[in-house]
Nanobody
């Protein structure tokens, strides 16, 4: 079973940057399709950025050109570099395995066990 531990969130002004980290346990990041998801209270969780082992990626339209997903195989860690942050990026961010990845969507497993997440707050 895969377990994850997200970190790197915080409070940042609009236009600023953050880098989120996801330590992965029970799977190798270079052999697993992984992604970043976010959720705002009262709304459904949405996929933000996902990547497979061939570096095929999916990005939510609103983050394209601002966010970059990457991984460090030696550290077995997934990253999300977030630049030009906007107040609408405020959410709890989670990383998880990905069950389905296409150009148009990225879906976690049906019964994914989510980590604690890391909170991102972008002030205007």
């Amino acid at each position: 079973q895969v377990h994850v531990a997200e970190s790197g969130g915080g409070l940042v002004q609009a236009g600023g940057s953050l880098r989120l980290s996801c330590s992965v346990y029970g799977a190798r990041v270079d052999r697993t399709t992984l992604g970043w998801f976010r959720q705002v209270p009262g709304k459904e969780r949405e996929a933000v950025a996902c990547a497979n082992i061939a570096d095929f990626t999916y990005y939510l339209n609103s983050v394209k050109g601002r966010f970059t997903i990457s991984r460090d195989n030696a550290e077995n860690t997934l990253y999300l570099q977030m630049n030009s942050l906007e107040p609408d990026d405020t959410a709890m961010y989670y990383c998880a395995q990905v069950a389905t990845l296409t150009t148009f969507f990225c879906l976690p497993p049906d019964r994914n066990s989510w980590g604690q997440g890391t909170q991102v707050i972008v002030s205007s």
